[in-house]
């Protein structure tokens, strides 16, 4: 079975600040990589995916995240943030065929002004 | 205006009684799931259906039940014996094929006890 590690339950950062969450797995087969976002009361919403090729993976609102296999992580990362960033950010697993998605226990990002 | 809608928003239950939360979807996505997620665990499978009238558990589906007669529709019960059943659920669906592998969330009905 997979299962999906977010080191950080909580990470403020400074306006205008990178930032980097972080998401490890495990699985002994192929899998398939995922990112959500989720703002306060509200349902979540897919940031990007990896499912093959190129390991860097861009996403919406300037996130990106990038696939090391080696060292079976999926980290997400944004140049600088903006307040709007403030949510909760989900890393995903599945694996290849697999029809259910493991969730990481969630990264709280706060946006210091 | 394609999307998945869940409701009601909120949803009060008292104890002793059986609620319904509802999923609706127009993505013709053959399979939809439910979630449920609490402070600090993220998020927890309930049921899952790949097809019309068929349904698995998933990891936490004790006090719940489902059914999926429609493929637009996947209605989820939470039981009298469910009891905890406070928490915020979400309802997703799928597409499906090689690279199309992605879930899709609803906005989410919170449930609380009365």
């Known amino acids: 079975a997979q299962s999906v590690t977010q080191l950080d339950s909580q990470v403020p950062v400074f306006e205008e600040a990178p930032v980097e969450l972080r998401c490890n797995y495990s699985s002994s087969v192929s899998v398939y990589l995922f990112w959500y976002v989720q703002y306060p009361n509200q349902g979540l919403q897919l940031l990007l995916k990896y499912l093959s090729g190129s390991t860097l993976v861009k996403g919406i609102n300037g996130f990106e995240a990038e696939f090391n296999k080696s060292q079976t992580s999926f980290h997400l990362r944004k140049p600088s943030v903006h307040i709007s960033d403030t949510a909760e950010y989900f890393c995903?697993?599945?694996?290849?065929?697999?029809?259910?998605?493991?969730f990481g226990t969630g990264t709280r990002l706060t946006i210091i002004p | 205006d394609g999307g998945i809608t869940q409701s009601p928003k909120y949803l009060f239950r008292k104890e002793g009684q059986n609620v319904t939360l509802s999923c609706e979807q127009n993505l013709n996505h053959d399979a939809m799931y439910w979630y449920r997620q609490d402070p600090g665990q993220g998020l927890r499978l309930i049921y899952y259906?790949?097809?019309?009238?068929?349904?698995q558990k998933g990891d936490i589906a004790e006090g719940y039940s489902v059914s999926r007669e429609k493929k637009e529709s996947f209605p989820l019960t939470v039981t009298s014996a469910q009891k905890n059943p406070t928490a915020f659920y979400l309802c997703?669906?799928?597409?499906?094929?090689?690279?199309?592998?992605?879930?899709?969330f609803g906005p989410g009905t919170r449930l609380l006890v009365l």
């Open positions: 259906s790949q097809i019309v009238n068929d349904f």
């Open positions: 997703a669906t799928r597409t499906s094929g090689g690279a199309a592998e992605t879930q899709y």
């Open positions: 995903a697993v599945s694996k290849f065929g697999n029809e259910k998605l493991t």
